[in-house]
């Protein structure tokens, strides 16, 4: 059964950072890439990171690039982004989730997804 799931999420001041995880199971992180989908309310679900284990290539939304690294432990089956430099804007509830294909900023690419973490960016 595949299952992604997020963690790492909470509360943090601007500047601050925070580390989410997506550990995955029922597959192995070799043939797919992962993406990073955030959603703030109100606003449409935004790609912001991907990374495809079989060539390494990794993609940045520009609100992000910078300050977000994403990364991949095998062994683990876990891939995570580093946030930092964090700002109000980068509240959301942030989502990781899989494609066969290439990264891709584009949610209806990505078949499965995890039930989100939250973050919130606030003095």
């Known amino acids: 059964q595949v299952q992604l799931v997020e963690s790492g999420g909470g509360l943090v001041q601007p500047g601050g950072s925070l580390r989410l995880s997506c550990a995955a199971s029922?597959?192995?992180?070799?043939?797919?890439?992962i993406g990073w989908f955030r959603q703030a309310p109100g606003k449409e679900r935004e790609g912001i990171s991907c990374?495809?284990?079989?060539?390494?290539?990794?993609y940045y939304a520009d609100s992000v690039k910078g300050r977000f690294t994403i990364s991949r432990d095998n062994a683990k089956n876990t891939v995570y982004l580093q946030m930092n430099s964090l700002k109000p804007e980068d509240t959301a509830v942030y989502y990781c989730?899989?494609?066969?294909?290439?990264?891709?900023?584009?949610?209806?690419?990505?078949?499965?997804w995890g039930p989100g973490t939250q973050v919130t960016v606030s003095s």
């Open positions: 989730a899989r494609t066969p294909f290439r990264c891709s900023t584009y949610a209806s690419s990505f078949g499965y």
């Open positions: 029922g597959f192995t992180l070799d043939y797919y890439a």
């Open positions: 990374i495809k284990s079989s060539d390494g290539s990794t």
